[in-house]
């Protein structure tokens, strides 16, 4: 049977697709805007919690994105706690755990002076171009990023060197999971 030659998707059909996608990187309903970026959500009185953008590191579709990228999925779902404007997801493969944490700080200048404290105790690092606004993977190939008001780091120290399947060394993993988290913040922006 003869195949006909593809064509280009239709405009409406293109935009339903990255329509898709983006509604991909959603996080569960949070207090506050649907949509908000990571950084300060605190008053002097009151902790509101995680930004929605945090929350995305542990739920919505970044788990299954990072499950289909690395070919494996954690033991138990992935599981996030809240601390001194820290969220923590830990992920906890089989063979080792995955730490993203978020640190929503008050402003950028903050965030950065933050990221730069982090750098200077990190040793040696090799600089990351396109990722946030600063990045970097340490030796160990975690990953920490620099956007706005938030310092995201993927700790991937306790994983063996190589990981996945097909197995990837650990700064292939980081970076991977810096990027896909990154994606969703910028699709999600207000």
């Given at each position: 049977?003869?195949?006909?030659?593809?064509?280009?998707?239709?405009?409406?059909?293109?935009?339903?697709?990255?329509t898709l996608a983006?509604?991909?990187?959603?996080?569960?309903?949070?207090?506050?805007?649907?949509?908000?970026?990571?950084?300060?959500?605190?008053?002097?009185?009151?902790?509101?919690?995680?930004?929605?953008?945090?929350?995305?590191?542990?739920?919505?579709?970044?788990?299954?994105?990072?499950?289909?990228?690395?070919?494996?999925?954690?033991?138990?779902?992935?599981?996030?706690?809240?601390?001194?404007?820290?969220?923590?997801?830990?992920?906890?493969?089989?063979?080792?755990?995955?730490?993203?944490?978020?640190?929503?700080?008050?402003?950028?200048?903050?965030?950065?002076?933050h990221f730069e404290?982090?750098?200077?105790?990190?040793?040696?690092?090799?600089?990351?171009?396109?990722?946030?606004?600063?990045?970097?993977?340490?030796?160990?190939?975690?990953?920490?990023?620099?956007?706005?008001?938030?310092?995201?780091?993927?700790?991937?120290?306790?994983?063996?060197?190589?990981?996945?399947?097909?197995?990837?060394?650990?700064?292939?993993?980081?970076?991977?999971?810096?990027?896909?988290?990154?994606?969703?913040?910028?699709?999600?922006?207000?």
């Open positions: 049977m003869p195949t006909r030659p593809s064509r280009p998707l239709p405009r409406s059909a293109a935009a339903l697709l990255l983006a509604a991909a990187c959603a996080a569960p309903p949070a207090p506050g805007p649907a949509a908000a970026p990571p950084g300060p959500r605190t008053s002097a009185a009151v902790d509101l919690g995680p930004s929605p953008a945090s929350l995305m590191v542990c739920a919505g579709s970044v788990p299954t994105q990072l499950a289909g990228a690395f070919g494996t999925e954690p033991a138990t779902p992935p599981a996030g706690t809240w601390a001194q404007h820290l969220y923590t997801c830990t992920y906890p493969y089989a063979e080792g755990p995955l730490l993203i944490t978020v640190k929503e700080l008050a402003d950028r200048a903050t965030a950065g002076a404290g982090l750098r200077g105790s990190a040793g040696p690092v090799t600089p990351v171009t396109g990722l946030g606004d600063a990045a970097y993977t340490q030796a160990d190939g975690s990953t920490v990023v620099l956007r706005d008001g938030s310092v995201l780091t993927v700790d991937v120290h306790r994983l063996p060197e190589r990981f996945g399947r097909p197995p990837r060394s650990r700064a292939n993993v980081s970076v991977t999971v810096a990027t896909t988290v990154m994606i969703c913040w910028k699709e999600h922006a207000p």
